[in-house]
């Protein structure tokens, strides 16, 4: 890291390493007894059952993927041994008023992921056009534009270039992205003052 600094998102705002890494090995074991018949005799595979085991397959590759070449402002891993349940955090753009800010998202994938986006919701409020109260964000490539061949890595990445470059004529909150149109500087003044609130400390 520039300047000998420490990379936040390895110290103390994610989970320590025993929490991050899964056992992939317990993981595939636990799925594996959770989905076994209870009797002896066959049974043939529901679209569910098969569906939740490729997308565990797909999670745990994902997973791999960002344990090996991390993003360099998020991180994400899953909560416990949960593997469709995730938490991730983003390191609020230098070049943007969420600047300094440490934004908790929660990740739920479906059984059918990936050819079904994940729910993805902010934990930490934030004052943007995009995103409302409730944690819900309006992008594209978590409804219509969603493609299996997306992964979480290019999601966090996309939330990341939202709070650099917000969408006012697609907003999820009108009175934040009227307010972003015509008094710029009163937005990223409250954006700032958000972020010192709730995304520091």
Known sequence: MPNGRTNPLRTKHLFSPHQVIVSFSSLSLSLSLSLSPQSGRSRPRSKTLSGGIMASKRIQKELQDLQRDPPTTSSAGPVGEDLFHWQATIMGPVDSPYAGGVFFVMIHFPPDY???????NFQTKVYHPNINSNGSICLDILKEQWSPALTISKVLLS???????????????????????????????????WTQKYATG
Request: one cysteine or more; hydrophobic letters at 30%; proline letters at 17%.
């Open 159 to 193: 939330i990341c270039s939202l709070l650099t470059d917000p969408n006012p004529d697609d907003p999820l909150v009108p009175e934040i992205a009227y307010v972003y149109k015509n008094q710029r500087s009163r937005f990223e003044e409250t954006a700032r003052a």
């Open 114 to 120: 990936p050819f079904k986006p994940p729910k993805v």
